[in-house]
Structure formats: C-alpha cells, structure tokens
C-alpha cells in the first residue's frame, strides 16, 4: 500500500506497469486518473493546491487502510499532486488490485470519492478574471454519502 503526496507530474503508463508488474495475487487492477478540468469555458489558467505535509499523507493512508479493510485487496496506490497545475495536466491517481474486479473497483471509487471531499487539500482556481479557492460541490457530497 502507498500515499504519495507529491509537487512533480507523473508518468501513468510507467505506475500502472509498477503496479501490475509481478503481481500474481490479484485477478483485477483498476485505475483512475483525474485532470485539472476548465469549468470556466476556456478561461481557467492554472489551479493550485496547497496541503499540510505529513497531515495529510496521514488522513489518505488512513481512508486507504479502510478501503483495504472494507475490500479484499492485494494492494492500492494513491497520488496526488499539489502546486501549481494546469488544465489537462494529471492531478491524481489510484490503483487499486484484487483477487476479483468487484472489490477493485469499488475500493477505487471508494478513495476517489474520499480524495475528492474529504483529502486535506485546499484549491484556488485562477481565471483571467481573478481567483477563487474551490468550494465542496453537493454531488461529490452526495457521492461520499453511499460509502
């Protein structure tokens, strides 16, 4: 198991082949990537992400210790970047493997979900028109409430 919290891009086919490589425990490995996306039409320059180092690696290795507690897995990763990102570029990942795809993928969307309302990370987007740090939406409110 693994949290990385981290400044630097990442290479997606070079963690997924890590991940997978050897790996004879697991009959399933789900992935997921999310991209700093422009909500502002066209219009968003850059997004930045700021958290508290050591806070919070803690708080997502403890939801990933539940997600392989809650599911039968073998193994999961978590990245996620902090700094300065734009749109289109990586944001995060998780990794999640498996004896069967079932457990996979909803310990997956189970940290995704988590990563995306409750992960200690404060966001500020920049538009040509200024800045404005990102508020909690009602729909990943209501995604994390099914867990």
């Known amino acids: 198991m693994a949290v990385r ?18 790996r004879r425990d697991a009959g399933a490995i789900v992935s997921f990537t999310g991209v700093v996306r422009d909500d502002a039409d066209g219009q968003l320059d850059r997004m930045e992400i700021e958290h508290y180092p050591g806070m919070t690696e803690r708080a997502i290795a403890a939801i990933e210790a539940e997600a392989v507690s809650r599911w039968n897995l073998t193994e999961a990763l978590v990245i996620h970047r902090y700094g300065v990102l734009r749109p289109g570029e990586r944001i995060m990942m998780v990794a999640t493997a498996s ?8 310990a997956a969307e189970f940290l995704m979900d988590y990563l995306k309302s409750r992960a200690p990370f404060w966001k500020k987007e920049f538009t040509k028109d200024g800045a ?7 729909e990943d409110e209501a995604a994390l409430s099914r867990w």
């Open 5 to 22: 919290i981290q400044e630097q891009s990442f290479d997606l086919g070079a963690e997924i082949e890590k991940f997978a490589a050897g």
């Open 99 to 106: 004896r069967h795809r079932m457990d996979a993928f909803a």
């Open 132 to 138: 404005e740090w990102v508020a909690a939406k009602e």
